[in-house]
């Protein structure tokens, strides 16, 4: 029981920054919106797989030496804010049509792989989720921490990411949100393309303090 303060402290934390809006989420409602809710859930195991990527380097230690590394962490942010532009560049040239609920109409989907791929690259490039976990780690972990205790933390952050994003694409893939928004359905993308592109800007141009 010594250790549910910090589990406690951790699931709060990380549930607090997952539903707050962001590249993950904006891309999630993109891909769910744009493709299919396929696409959206492919999108979401990417993003989980992208989180144990940074909760591994930050439990073993490797995060420290981003932390203390200006030019690694500069790479990072600049790859994360890079491929930001690429997807909201995408949006932005990408010829829509009205959302037609039908199979046969539906806008051609992209592969599970590309999917996945997608939500990891989204996710592992983005120095905020490093600096979070960086952060969050070395309030509440320390040497003496038990494996069993990391082991529970890490799969609550996985599977919360993976449920909440599951969820962002069930709704935002609904057959009565797509036709409201297939109205607006071109402004709507070139509207994501807006916010990605920015969104990477601001990665692009943010201090790593």
């Known amino acids: 029981m010594q250790y549910l ?16 809006p962001g590249p993950d989420f904006i891309m999630i409602t993109r891909n769910s919106l744009m493709y299919s809710r396929k696409t959206g859930i492919y999108s979401a195991i990417g993003l989980s797989l992208g989180i144990l990527v ?8 490797i995060g420290l030496i981003i932390s203390k590394s200006i030019l690694l962490f500069n790479t990072i942010k600049l790859l994360g804010a890079a491929y930001l532009i690429y997807l909201g560049y995408k949006s932005l040239i990408s010829k829509s049509a009205k ?10 989907d992209i592969s599970k792989v590309k999917a996945i791929r997608m939500g990891f690259l989204t996710n592992v490039t983005n120095p905020k989720v490093t600096l979070f976990f960086l952060s ?29 994003f599951v969820l962002i694409a ?15 359905q071109h402004f709507a993308e070139k ?18 303090k």
Do not use: C, D
């Open 99 to 108: 959302i037609n609920l039908s199979k046969k109409n539906r806008k051609q």
């Open 54 to 61: 940074h909760i591994t380097y930050s439990l073993v230690g």
């Open 170 to 184: 069930y709704l935002t893939s609904h057959h009565l949100v797509k036709s409201k928004i297939g109205v607006i």
């Open 136 to 164: 969050l780690f070395t309030l509440v972990v320390t040497p003496t921490t038990p494996f069993y205790i990391k082991f529970l933390m890490v799969t609550e952050i996985s599977v919360v990411t993976f449920t909440w």
């Open 5 to 20: 303060p910090i589990i406690l402290t951790v699931a709060l934390a990380h549930l607090l920054a997952v539903i707050s």
């Open 191 to 208: 509207f994501i393309g807006v916010v990605l592109i920015a969104l990477g800007l601001k990665v692009a141009f943010s201090s790593s």
